[in-house]
Structure formats: structure tokens, C-alpha cells
């Protein structure tokens, strides 16, 4: 089975300044995707960006990149430039496949990791 | 264009009591998932539709937890009997498909307290 394991409960960093948060998991699949997701206080949990892992570039989506480390299972999740409305949880999940290469829909969560940005 | 609605908010019942919770997932998602989150917690998927199909529904505790998703669209999640331990917020999420390409876009969620 799959475990997602973020180390960080919370984190605060000052607006404009760069945050990165850690996420580790564990797998024997070769194949699999990873992602990260942010919930807002009383909002809906959205996607932040996502990872293929047979790609070695890293992804990047405006202001939110990652560093994905295969070989150490590692899937950090770096914010540039931090605004207030990135306040929020912040999940990593993992997507696993089936023998013929195929994701199959199911997430697994890590616990998740509170980012408080402060003006 | 609408997201996943859910409802109610907020539900707060007796235990051994019987509760439901309705998705109504966005227009032409043919996947739905429902979510258990505990408070502090990540989302533990309970269930996986394909359509009408439950596709994943290894997580779900059977014995007191059932699901339906008629006619492919709408879905509702039951508890019955109710327990202390159930008390958590339950997600619904929807996608074009299972493929990790596909988007799983969440509601609000159902928060469910039980005394």
C-alpha cells in the first residue's frame, strides 16, 4: 500500500517571501503520478500542480513549482512570492497505476500541512 | 460554469440515527468519488463511480455505509446507524474520467456531527 507522509504541521512564511513545503511517499510502483492540492479555510480543495513520475522535469505552474527526487521519494512543493490568499492546507497525494500503465482514479492523502502567509 | 454541489453543509444527528448526503457532481463528469476527512486529516477515498458502477468501494465500511449513483449522475452516501466515530466531513468529488490527467474537482462538503 501507498503512504504520503508530509513531516511539516504548519508552516508560516511573510508575504512575497518563498515557502517550501516536504512530502514524502512510499511505493514499489515505478509508475505513478503526484500531486498537490491547497484547501482554503471553508473552501472547496483545488489542485495546485501536478507531477508525472517518469518525468524528470520538474513542474511548474505560475508561482507554485515542485522538486520531485524519484529516487529518494521526495515531492516538495516550493510557493514564490507568497500572497495571502495562499493561506490554506496544503495536501500531497499520490495516484498509483495498474499493470497496463493506466491511473486509476483513486488519491492518497498525506495529513496535510497548514501554510499561514502574514503581511 | 457550476462546481460539485453537495448537501446539506451541515448536519447534526443523534447516534444509531440514520443521515444522507447528496452530490450533484459538474455536467458531464462521468466519475464521482466520495471522501471521508477526518478533522486535521487528508481525504480517504470510501468510493469510486465509473457512471452508475461502483468501481472502488473497498474502503467503504458496508456493514452501516451504502451508496447509489442512479442514471450516472447524482449521488447519495447513507449512514445507518449513525456512530460517534462518523463525525467528520464527507467530500464529494467529480472527473472527466479516472485518468490522472482528469481533474478531481471537490465541493464543500457535508460536515456531519454525531452527539
Known amino acids: 500500500a501507498q503512504t504520503v507522509t508530509q513531516s511539516q504541521p504548519e508552516m508560516s512564511v511573510q508575504e512575497a517571501e518563498t515557502v517550501t513545503l516536504s512530502c514524502t511517499y512510499d511505493?514499489?510502483?515505478?509508475?505513478?503520478?503526484l500531486f498537490w492540492y491547497k484547501q482554503p479555510p471553508s473552501r472547496q480543495m483545488i489542485l495546485v500542480i501536478r507531477?508525472?513520475?517518469?518525468?524528470?522535469q520538474n513542474a511548474t505552474e505560475n508561482r507554485f513549482s515542485v522538486n520531485f527526487q524519484k529516487a529518494a521519494k521526495s515531492f516538495s512543493l516550493k510557493i514564490s512570492d507568497s500572497q495571502l490568499g495562499d493561506t490554506a492546507m496544503y495536501f500531497c497525494?499520490?495516484?498509483?497505476?495498474?499493470?497496463?500503465?493506466?491511473?486509476?482514479?483513486?488519491?492518497?492523502f498525506g495529513q496535510g500541512t497548514i501554510l499561514t502567509v502574514h503581511p | 460554469e457550476a462546481g460539485v454541489v453537495q448537501s446539506p453543509r451541515y448536519k447534526i444527528i443523534e447516534k444509531k440515527q440514520p443521515v444522507a448526503f447528496w452530490c450533484n457532481p459538474i455536467?458531464?463528469?462521468?466519475?464521482l468519488y466520495w471522501y471521508l476527512q477526518n478533522l486535521g486529516q487528508g481525504p480517504e477515498l470510501l468510493i469510486r463511480?465509473?457512471?452508475?458502477?461502483?468501481?472502488?468501494d473497498s474502503q467503504l465500511p458496508k456493514d452501516r455505509f451504502s451508496a447509489e449513483r442512479l442514471k450516472g449522475v447524482d449521488s447519495t452516501l447513507k449512514i445507518q446507524p449513525a456512530e460517534l466515530g462518523d463525525s467528520a466531513v464527507y467530500l464529494c468529488?467529480?472527473?472527466?474520467?479516472?485518468?490522472?490527467?482528469?481533474?478531481?474537482?471537490f465541493g464543500p462538503g457535508t460536515r456531519l456531527t454525531v452527539l
Open positions: 455536467s458531464g463528469h462521468n466519475t
Open positions: 507531477q508525472e513520475a517518469y518525468k524528470q
Open positions: 511505493t514499489s510502483e515505478n509508475n505513478y503520478y
Open positions: 463511480y465509473e457512471n452508475e458502477e461502483a468501481v472502488d
Open positions: 497525494a499520490f495516484m498509483g497505476s495498474n499493470a497496463g500503465g493506466t491511473s486509476y482514479g483513486k488519491l492518497t
Open positions: 468529488a467529480s472527473s472527466l474520467g479516472p485518468r490522472w490527467q482528469d481533474t478531481q474537482y
